[in-house]
């Protein structure tokens, strides 16, 4: 495994595998990788010639009200982590190699921000949209892996590959659970042990609303209402929230049919969870 900190090297390695015809699998992450970031790799690992990983903790797509020196960073475990599982090239730019100045282009996402996590965190998906920009252009990747857990993100994903012709395919990769189902995070070691048995209430809800839907419910609110009473019942944090949308639009559905996302939010006393299950009716 090389790790590669500059552009300039980058480009050439990549220049020099486009030479050899091999495909390059990309996983972009901004580091403190988790089970989520393995199983990423593993997939791009089986369907690609090359994976390259990036950790890059970008500054743009944090708010002014986010911490970015607090976000957890700890480059000697993360390509311990990347060794084991057989990444080719870690791309470990620093903040100056990225972005030497203040940026004289960025992008602006006009579409699929303004519901769910986007609507409290305006400009995040901004930041998201000019670092993979840049970060695709270095990379020129043949496959893009992103998890579904953040299917918001993967949606605007989406739309900047299809606006911009990136010469990609992007790859959803499935949530990975815990047995209980609840999904895996780094923040569920946030919760208390009586929170953390609540927890698997969340992706039961969303089950639950999935099985309503499959034997003919087509209320959105009274499929809302259902996963809202069943999270009350059987926990002690607070919805932030339970919305139902097109997929991967992000619309709102006049009717409950097609590609759809269930998705939830949820504040336990010191850890934020969210999840969600895409499905077609
Ligand atoms: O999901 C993340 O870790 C980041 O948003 C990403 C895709 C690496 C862009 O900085």
């Not at 303004?114 to 609507?119: A, R």
């Not at 930041?127 to 949606?155: C, E, S, W």
Request: proline share 4%; net charge negative; charged share 25%.
């Amino acid at each position: 495994m090389r790790v590669i900190t500059t552009i300039s090297q980058m480009q050439k390695e990549v220049q020099l595998l486009k030479n050899e015809n091999l495909s390059v699998g990309y996983v972009p992450t901004m580091g403190y990788l988790h089970e989520g970031h393995i199983s990423l790799v593993r997939k791009a690992k089986e369907e690609n010639d090359i994976v390259i990983l990036s950790i890059f903790v970008n500054p743009l797509q944090f708010g002014p009200n986010e911490d970015l020196d607090a976000y957890p960073r700890d480059f000697e475990r993360d390509s311990e982590i990347a060794k084991n599982e057989k990444v080719d090239f870690i791309f470990y730019p620093s903040v100056d190699e990225m972005y030497p100045s203040k940026p004289s282009v960025t992008l602006v996402v006009q579409k699929r921000v303004d519901v769910l996590c986007g609507s409290s965190r305006p400009g995040h998906f901004d930041g998201v949209a000019t670092v993979l920009a840049k970060l695709f252009h270095v990379i020129q990747p043949n496959r893009a892996y992103f998890g579904m857990k953040d299917a918001q993100q993967v949606a605007v994903v989406d739309g900047l590959i299809n606006d911009l012709h990136f010469p990609l395919e992007l790859i959803p990769v499935e949530t990975v659970r815990e047995e209980d189902g609840l999904a895996k995070s780094s923040r569920n070691v946030r919760l208390t042990a009586k929170e953390r048995e609540e927890a698997s209430i969340l992706y039961k809800s969303l089950t639950e609303a999935e099985k309503q839907i499959r034997s003919g419910e087509r209320n959105i609110q009274v499929i809302i209402s259902h996963m809202q009473s069943l999270i009350k019942q059987n926990s002690s944090g607070t919805v932030d929230y339970i919305e139902i949308y097109s997929y991967p639009e992000l619309e709102k559905l006049e009717v409950l049919e097609g590609k759809i996302i269930i998705a939830l939010a949820f504040k336990f006393s010191n850890a934020r969870l969210i999840d969600n299950l895409v499905l077609t009716v």
